[in-house]
Each structure stands twice: as structure tokens, then as C-alpha cells.
């Protein structure tokens, strides 16, 4: 890439290490709250703040969050797809909660569990009065599916703030990460600032969805 004139890419910036320093989410406290597993079933007061993440089994949800906690298996993360069956609610700070939905989509879970996610996690987004965003994750590898175009329109008609992190750009080169990227974009009419690529093998993407959160669950937010 070719560097601004007058600018020596050598020189030490002035400004990295306050960029180091600045973690836009700092952790300092975490707690697993317990786990949702019907529509009618418990969950913690919605008393603070709440972010949800969404998206099919194995688009690795599980690892985005244990990133943003900076936790190497907070969130289980399963080597079979489609194990998280519950709603697991993580308190954060004592000052916010983070919800992890059951991936959809996995086509070897029984009929009967696959019928479950949905009555379960449109539940849980209607009944939760404060609901601050909701994170969708995509494969960049894959085409949406009709569950996950379902689930987006889902979250445009809840009028929710909505988050999309394109998971695991680790797996593609520079350029067919770019057309993907795109090409996502484009599928599904996304704004390109609701946008945000995301690896939890190199943390890219980390500090971006760290600082979305944190503006999504300020307290200044309430309505
Ligand atoms: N290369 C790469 N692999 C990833 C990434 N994120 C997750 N994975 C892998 O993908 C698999 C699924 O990750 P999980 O985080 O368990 O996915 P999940 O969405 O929580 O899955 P369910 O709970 O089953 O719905 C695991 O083998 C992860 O190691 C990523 O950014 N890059
Ligand atoms: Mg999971």
C-alpha cells in the first residue's frame, strides 16, 4: 500500500500508545447469570441493560463473546454445532447483560429442537423492555440463509438498534474477503457503518464491536 507523502511509516506514532491503553470496554467484573430455555421459562430480571447475539449454529458466537470479555471459554464454545440450546445470560460490571441466543439452522438437530429456537428467541426479544441492540452474526464464507434474512427482518420490524459482525474474515484473503464483504452488504441492504468484520483468531474487529456495545448500553441511551 502506498504511504502518504511526508509520512514515514518507520516513525514511531505518537498517538499508539494511548490507542493501546484505551480499551473502549474494559472488563472488570463477569458473570454467567443462568440459562433461558423456554418462552415462558426464567430469566433475569430485565432490570439493566441488554445486548443479544444472534445467528446460526457454529457461526461462532460463543468466541465473539469470550473475545469481547477477553475470556478464553467463558461463553462454551462447542465443537458441535448446534449444543447451545439454552438463552445464557453473562452480567457484565454489574452494569449490563449480554444474552447469548441458541444458533438456528443446524440441519442435524432433531425437528423438534430446531422448531424450538424460534418461538424461544422471538420470545425473549419481545419480552425484553430493556433490550439495548441486538449483535446478527454472518459466516463471510456463506450465503444468508432464509433464517437468517428472517431473523434480520425480525429485528428491523422490533425497530431494535442492530449490529451486524461478519464472523471468521481470518479464512479469506485480502480480496475475497472485500467482495464478500460487499456482496453481504448489497444481499441484504445493510448500511455499511452497521457493518463490522470480525475474527476471533487474529481479535479483529474486537475494539469496534467492544465500542458499539459500550455506546449501545451507556446509561445516557435510556429512552
Ligand atoms: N477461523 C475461525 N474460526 C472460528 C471463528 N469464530 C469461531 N470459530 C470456530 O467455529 C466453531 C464454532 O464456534 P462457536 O463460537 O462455538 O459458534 P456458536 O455460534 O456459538 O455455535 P452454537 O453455540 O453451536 O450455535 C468453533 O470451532 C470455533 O473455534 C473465527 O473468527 N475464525
Ligand atoms: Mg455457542
Do not use: C
Not at 10 to 32: G, N, T, W
Amino acid at each position: 500500500m502506498a504511504t502518504p507523502r511526508g509520512i514515514n511509516p518507520h516513525a514511531p506514532d505518537p498517538a499508539s500508545k494511548d490507542r493501546q491503553r484505551a480499551d473502549p470496554l474494559v472488563i472488570r467484573s463477569l458473570e454467567f447469570l443462568g440459562g433461558m430455555a423456554a418462552p415462558e421459562g426464567w430469566r433475569p430480571e430485565p432490570t439493566l441493560p441488554e445486548v443479544a447475539f444472534a445467528g446460526r449454529s457454529n457461526v461462532g458466537k460463543s468466541s465473539l463473546i469470550n473475545r469481547l470479555v477477553r475470556r478464553k471459554a467463558f461463553a462454551r464454545v462447542s465443537h458441535t454445532p448446534g449444543r447451545t440450546r439454552e438463552i445464557n445470560f453473562f452480567l457484565v460490571n454489574r452494569a449490563f447483560v449480554l444474552a447469548d441466543l441458541p444458533g438456528y439452522g443446524y440441519a442435524k438437530v432433531s425437528k423438534a429442537a430446531r422448531t424450538t429456537w424460534r418461538p424461544l428467541i422471538e420470545g425473549y426479544l419481545k419480552g425484553s423492555p430493556t433490550l439495548r441492540g441486538v449483535v446478527q452474526l454472518l459466516d463471510v464464507r456463506r450465503e444468508p440463509s432464509d433464517d437468517d434474512r428472517q431473523m434480520l427482518d425480525f429485528l428491523a420490524d422490533t425497530g431494535v438498534p442492530t449490529i451486524v459482525a461478519v464472523t471468521k474474515v481470518d479464512k479469506l484473503g485480502r480480496v475475497a474477503r472485500a467482495e464478500r464483504l460487499r456482496s453481504l452488504q448489497l444481499a441484504l441492504g445493510l448500511d455499511e457503518e452497521q457493518v463490522v468484520p470480525f475474527s476471533a483468531v487474529t481479535n479483529e474487529g474486537r475494539d469496534d464491536l467492544a465500542q458499539a456495545l459500550a455506546a449501545l448500553v451507556q446509561p445516557a441511551a435510556t429512552p
